[in-house]
């Protein structure tokens, strides 16, 4: 098979964007990418564990400090 565009691969490099160009949209790219994946993974993270939660968990013991009631 023979790249006959010219520029198979190389997202206008060279033609149409320069170094400085490419490096950039590199980086834009990557960090969209990075962000819809997280946007993705961010719910099954939340659902499954409670600590990402936004509501208060019931108290499960004294606080560090606190007195104990003595037991009768």
Known sequence: MTDQTGALGSNGYGA???R???AV???VLTFLFV???AALVA???VR???RYRAEPEEPT???PGEARP???
């Open 48 to 50: 499954r564990d409670p």
């Open 61 to 63: 013991g004294s606080a």
């Open 16 to 18: 149409h964007i320069n």
């Open 35 to 37: 962000l819809v994946l």
């Open 25 to 27: 949209l590199e980086t």
């Open 20 to 22: 400085g160009g490419a």
């Open 43 to 45: 719910p099954l993270v």
């Open 70 to 72: 003595a037991n009768p």
